[in-house]
């Protein structure tokens, strides 16, 4: 019977198993916006949002882990899976409260499938799977950077169009790639070593910077970055990565050398640790470095999108927590306006891992049909462009 009912609703149905065929039905039929609540646990923060199909954050909630990791100096993998599994029904809740809604009203549930932390993903989609099975709601994996690089788009559609070319830069991430499309994207460039955010991340420990509290969006890059803002950058001159002859023109990044280069610096006689202003100049000298050497690798890449592969791209996107920092982001402005191309970023608050970025993910995949079974596990180790070779089909027609 389901296939007299048009191939979107055979689609849902077959994803959802329980769902009522009317049910489904008064789903695609509705000219209200879809309303998806999105679980983000990948990392060490808890989140949730409920989102709207014409981009309006309806409700979210966020359980940072600062606190508990901070002691450790990082992320402690079995300490952060503990706080998901107290935090993802608090967050839930909270977010469908901020809505005003129930899960009854929702049209999907979208949860992060990967790659992340296994242990922090496992809570999340158990309880995502769980909670879209026992109430018959379509289901959605989400791709942990693919969440990333559509978050722009988010009550933007008409501006940030495909392709585009996107640079995301995390804690865990630092890549280059070609959205061609929801599901298909070409990696460009990606770190040979260290992600930005890890480097930023593991200066910061080296100077013995604070962190600053995370629900204030702060963290350990967050408080490095505001202890540049007092230095000068040109005090302990930095090398640029992947500078010489044999390695200038390669699309990749690399960060393990700059990291290094401060590590021998604090051995040196020329930098105090104890005072605030060496600390500062370094703090200062490194995020140059890394900003510019973003910079460079970001204009190889839209160079090769054009001239190797073709694809003229419409605009560039800048995603992930790194993205947040205001000397990345005017080194990248700059590329931009250079390139005569549109910047296009998240808000910073909506840079680092939130909820929203997974429900929006959620509606541009359920926009196309691209649904989950209940069965699904996490995926640890997940290349975004893997995306596309998974058995997903786009739909032709749309929500």
């Given at each position: 019977?389901?296939?007299?009912?048009?191939?979107?609703?055979?689609?849902?149905?077959?994803?959802?198993?329980?769902?009522?065929?009317?049910?489904?039905?008064?789903?695609?039929?509705?000219?209200?916006?879809?309303?998806?609540?999105?679980?983000?646990?990948?990392?060490?923060?808890?989140?949730?949002?409920?989102?709207?199909?014409?981009?309006?954050?309806?409700?979210?909630?966020?359980?940072?882990?600062?606190?508990?990791?901070?002691?450790?100096?990082?992320?402690?993998?079995?300490?952060?899976?503990?706080?998901?599994?107290?935090?993802?029904?608090?967050?839930?809740?909270?977010?469908?409260?901020?809505?005003?809604?129930?899960?009854?009203?929702?049209?999907?549930?979208?949860?992060?499938?990967?790659?992340?932390?296994?242990?922090?993903?496992?809570?999340?989609?158990?309880?995502?799977?769980?909670?879209?099975a026992a109430h018959g709601l379509p289901l959605v994996g989400v791709h942990h950077m693919e969440a990333h690089a559509l978050m722009a788009r988010m009550?933007?559609?008409?501006?940030?169009?495909?392709?585009?070319?996107?640079?995301?830069?995390?804690?865990?991430?630092?890549?280059?790639?070609?959205?061609?499309?929801?599901?298909?994207?070409?990696?460009?460039?990606?770190?040979?070593?260290?992600?930005?955010?890890?480097?930023?991340?593991?200066?910061?420990?080296?100077?013995?910077?604070?962190?600053?509290?995370?629900?204030?969006?702060?963290?350990?890059?967050?408080?490095?970055?505001?202890?540049?803002?007092?230095?000068?950058?040109?005090?302990?001159?930095?090398?640029?990565?992947?500078?010489?002859?044999?390695?200038?023109?390669?699309?990749?990044?690399?960060?393990?050398?700059?990291?290094?280069?401060?590590?021998?610096?604090?051995?040196?006689?020329?930098?105090?640790?104890?005072?605030?202003?060496?600390?500062?100049?370094?703090?200062?000298?490194?995020?140059?470095?890394?900003?510019?050497?973003?910079?460079?690798?970001?204009?190889?890449?839209?160079?090769?999108?054009?001239?190797?592969?073709?694809?003229?791209?419409?605009?560039?996107?800048?995603?992930?927590?790194?993205?947040?920092?205001?000397?990345?982001?005017?080194?990248?402005?700059?590329?931009a306006s250079d390139s005569r191309l549109p910047l296009a970023c998240p808000p910073p608050r909506l840079c680092a891992d939130n909820g929203v970025m997974?429900?929006?993910?959620?509606?541009?995949?359920?926009?196309?049909?691209?649904?989950?079974?209940?069965?699904?596990?996490?995926?640890?180790?997940?290349?975004?462009?893997?995306?596309?070779?998974?058995?997903?089909?786009?739909?032709?027609?749309?929500?």
């Open positions: 019977m389901a296939a007299t009912l048009g191939p979107r609703l055979s689609q849902l149905l077959a994803a959802t198993g329980r769902q009522t065929k009317a049910a489904v039905a008064r789903r695609l039929m509705s000219t209200r916006a879809i309303r998806v609540l999105g679980i983000e646990t990948s990392f060490d923060d808890t989140a949730a949002a409920v989102v709207s199909s014409d981009g309006q954050i309806l409700g979210e909630s966020r359980r940072p882990q600062h606190a508990v990791h901070e002691q450790h100096g990082g992320t402690m993998p079995g300490l952060a899976a503990n706080e998901h599994l107290k935090h993802v029904p608090l967050v839930v809740r909270g977010a469908l409260e901020a809505a005003g809604v129930g899960v009854g009203d929702l049209d999907a549930v979208a949860v992060t499938r990967g790659p992340g932390l296994p242990s922090s993903l496992a809570v999340g989609v158990a309880a995502g799977k769980t909670l879209a009550g933007a559609t008409d501006q940030v169009r495909f392709p585009y070319l996107c640079l995301l830069i995390s804690g865990g991430h630092t890549m280059t790639l070609i959205a061609h499309a929801v599901n298909e994207y070409t990696l460009v460039g990606a770190t040979r070593d260290d992600s930005v955010g890890e480097a930023f991340d593991k200066v910061a420990r080296e100077l013995r910077v604070p962190w600053i509290d995370a629900r204030e969006g702060g963290g350990a890059g967050a408080a490095l970055e505001a202890l540049a803002q007092e230095g000068d950058p040109q005090r302990f001159p930095m090398p640029m990565p992947m500078s010489k002859h044999d390695t200038a023109k390669l699309l990749d990044f690399s960060f393990a050398g700059l990291k290094a280069h401060v590590r021998r610096l604090g051995d040196s006689a020329a930098f105090d640790a104890t005072s605030r202003t060496d600390c500062a100049d370094v703090a200062a000298a490194f995020q140059l470095t890394a900003a510019l050497h973003l910079r460079k690798k970001t204009a190889l890449a839209l160079a090769h999108a054009r001239s190797t592969l073709g694809v003229r791209v419409k605009c560039l996107v800048v995603s992930g927590g790194v993205a947040c920092n205001k000397t990345v982001r005017a080194q990248l402005q700059s590329l997974i429900a929006w993910a959620g509606i541009e995949r359920l926009r196309l049909g691209l649904l989950d079974p209940y069965t699904i596990d996490f995926i640890q180790k997940w290349p975004l462009d893997d995306l596309k070779r998974m058995g997903y089909v786009s739909r032709t027609t749309s929500f």
